[in-house]
């Protein structure tokens, strides 16, 4: 069985920043692509950023220069720094992970059990 357990968010003022961590544990073989979804009240999820297992990244219009993605794969951990926060950044943030385990032939999509970020002064 695998875990994402996510730490890092809370409450924080406008033009602030927090760091999002996402650890994968288990019986992991490899993990592949990696992502931070977001969602805020009233409104669909939305992708935020990504990093393949080679390290190429991608990001929402909405956050590009401000939200940097990162992994650690001997830890099996992404990672989320978020600067210069606004209001509508406010949103329950979740991780998902592509992993192939001990037990599965493909990849399967995990996610995390989702932290509130909320931006307020």
């Known amino acids: 069985q695998v875990q994402l357990v996510e730490s890092g968010g809370g409450l924080v003022q406008p033009g602030g920043s927090l760091r999002l961590s996402c650890a994968a544990s288990g019986s992991i073989l490899s993990i592949y692509d990696m992502r931070w979804y977001r969602q805020a009240p009233g409104k669909q999820r939305e992708l935020v950023a990504a990093v393949t297992s080679s390290g190429n990244t991608d990001y929402a219009d909405s956050v590009k220069g401000r939200f940097t993605i990162s992994r650690d794969n001997a830890k099996s951990t992404m990672y989320l720094q978020m600067n210069s926060l606004a209001p509508e950044d406010t949103a329950v943030y979740s991780c998902?992970?592509?992993?192939?385990?001990?037990?599965?032939?493909?990849?399967?999509?995990?996610w995390g059990q989702g932290t509130q970020v909320t931006v307020s002064s």
């Open positions: 998902n992970m592509a992993i192939l385990t001990m037990t599965t032939r493909y990849p399967t999509n995990y």
